[in-house]
């Protein structure tokens, strides 16, 4: 039976990627939660793919999503936490509200923990043995100017992927860092970045997309999506990044 894959924030960029990787190369069963339906997630319709409507930070949608999977599917082996927001940048002394970094954590850390709840009875009972990728950043250890609420998130993410590496002992858990990759949070930093970013930084982001430095989504997105299917027991609990030796045999040939 082909394991199934569960992954939020597939309708587009690095998600859209790992998700038609999923599909066409490994040709693993997807369930796919993402807000909006893009015309290039809705071409990868196929009875391998099941696409649920839903914000991941609505507890009820994703319940549904993994209900309706595992009906449809019989299992889920593997989830793929990759929804995210970069927003707000902002300073930690300006006027941005506090209810704007608690959205944030609402989106990229709550979530995780209410899909990993969901999703946890399926992923111990997994015949593939299951795993978790949590879809994470340099920020995580960078305290990079401007990104308060996304530096802490993603550092709060890579705590969570520990955990579960310990208290899951049959679960595989990865974090992973997919690099500068081309898509519209790095288009959303050259627009708003300047405003809030040191000049050294704004300029790194910048350059990057004039020199053509920005990776394709592809790249990492294969990476991510063979760590789902196959992550080897010893990689479980640590961050890593999508180039780095340890993801060798999991990158594209």
């Not at 015309?39 to 391998?48: F, Y």
């Not at 507890?59 to 993994?66: G, P």
Request: glycine residues 8%; contains cysteine; proline residues 4%.
């Amino acid at each position: 039976m082909s394991p199934t894959i569960f992954i939020t924030g597939a309708s587009k960029g690095i998600g859209l990627a790992i998700t038609t990787i999923l599909l066409r190369t490994f040709g693993a069963n997807v369930i796919a939660l993402s807000r909006t339906r893009t015309p290039q997630l809705v071409a990868l319709a196929s009875d391998s793919l099941l696409l649920v409507d839903g914000d991941v930070t609505d507890q009820a949608a994703v319940v549904h999503a993994v209900d309706q999977g595992v009906k449809k599917f019989s299992s889920i082996d593997g989830l793929i936490l990759n929804a995210g927001t970069l927003e707000p940048l902002c300073r930690i002394g300006d006027e941005t509200s506090l209810d704007q970094w608690k959205n944030h954590f609402d989106v990229n850390f709550f979530s995780l923990v209410t899909a990993l709840k969901t999703t946890l009875p399926a992923l111990r009972k997994s015949e593939h043995c299951g795993r978790v990728v949590f879809v994470s950043s340099g920020s995580a250890v960078k305290g990079t100017a401007g990104w308060g609420p996304y530096n802490a998130s993603k550092a709060a993410m890579n705590s969570l992927c520990r955990t579960l590496a310990e208290e899951e002992s049959n679960i595989i858990s990865v974090a992973l860092r997919p690099g500068m990759v081309q898509t519209d949070m790095q288009a959303a930093l050259r627009q708003t970045g300047v405003a809030h970013m040191s000049p050294e930084d704004y300029q790194m982001f910048v350059s990057a997309y004039t020199n053509g430095k920005l990776l394709n989504a592809e790249d990492p997105g294969y990476v991510i999506a063979s760590l789902a299917l196959t992550a080897a027991k010893s990689m479980s609990g640590q961050f890593v990044s999508w180039d780095s030796p340890e993801c060798k045999a999991y990158r594209r040939a």
